[in-house]
């Protein structure tokens, strides 16, 4: 029997960390998750390789990095429309060194169903050449709170075992920054401009992790590229789990959240560090666990920061910190503190 990867794992020093994955067939290792920066720089390879063309200072191919440092062994991505595929496959060239499928903007649950089902098949009939093959999703949040959301929830129904990372941007950035339902209250979007009508999107984000957690599935989480090693723990886990995961993960986007593009992983800690966007796991047995640094505000409160740390940085929100604007920030963070007490008061690890 052959056990063995073409390169092998651990990569050498000095080979070059963007050859593509070959699993021999008959392959039975298991790729280690380890936590030590300088070993995950020297000894990883990263599923997206260099000579994509998202825009500097996107946070989208660091989610992929960083997840594809977790990955267990042989992997098969489906990407649905949206800023990271269109970006990643400019024909006839691709950044992915993977086995990768593009699919409409609709429907990456059900390919993704569809590639779990083939598997299972083979598996069943003998010609699955690996003892296993895990199946990622990448999807942004127009793919995966609006349109594709009916595939995801059938997925998730049906029990496919099949790991979903929502890149969450907050707008349909590909097409020109139109609102989602992923976007935030008050958000300027190009649908959803702050003006003398409207002082930007109308209406509140959807609680797309939580909906997810009331189909209860084996695993859901939140997560961010700022927190890297809480991020690959829990790209693991969703891999690990028999059945459907989710990892919904908060993805800057300099050229609509209209930040400096330097700033992309700063805007993220702030997101965590104003509890907009808290760091937490639920699994059917613990129930919701609060992790990395959301833990550590629970557990010393006067580290919140106020929303404004957030809003402050960010063109979209430009208006919110006028004078005239004042209450719209005060009921954003009203909206904010109210989310946050009531995630602490289901955590079962918060201090009660
Ligand atoms: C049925 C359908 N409607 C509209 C489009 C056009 N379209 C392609 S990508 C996209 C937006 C994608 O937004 P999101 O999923 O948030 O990914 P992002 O571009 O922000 O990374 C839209 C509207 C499409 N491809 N198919
Ligand atoms: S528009 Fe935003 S999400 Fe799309 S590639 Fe640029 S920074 Fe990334
Ligand atoms: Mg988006």
Known sequence: MVVKTLPEFPVKKGEPAYKIWIFEPGWKGEIPLNFNLRQVAE????????????????????????????????????????????????????????????????????TAAGVESAIKALK????????????VVFAGDGGTFDIGFQALSGMAERGHDVLYILYDNEAYM??????????????????????EVIPGKPESKKPIADIMVAHRIPYVATATPAHWMDFMKKVRKGLEVNGPGFIHSLSSCDRGWRHDNAISIEVLRRAVD???????EWTPETGYMLTDRSLVIARNPSLKQP?????????????????ENKEKLKELQEYVDKVWEDLLKRASNAPK
């Open 124 to 135: 069943k009939t003998g010609r699955l050449p690996y003892e296993h093959v895990d199946v």
């Open 307 to 323: 929303i404004e740390r957030f809003v402050e940085v960010q063109g979209r929100f430009r208006h919110l910190m006028k004078p």
């Open 43 to 110: 000894q990883k390879r990263s599923a997206l390789l260099p000579g994509h063309r998202l825009c500097a200072g996107c946070a989208a191919p660091i989610v992929v990095k960083l997840a594809s440092f977790a990955f267990r062994g042989p992997t098969i991505v489906v990407n649905a429309t949206g800023c990271l595929e269109v970006a990643s496959t400019i024909f006839p060239y691709t950044s992915w060194a993977v086995p990768w499928i593009h699919n409409a903007f609709e429907n990456a649950a059900s």
């Open 274 to 280: 104003t509890c907009y966007f808290p760091l937490w």
């Open 174 to 195: 590909n097409t020109g920054i139109q609102r989602s339902g992923g976007t935030p209250k008050y958000a300027a979007t190009t649908t959803s401009p702050a003006g």
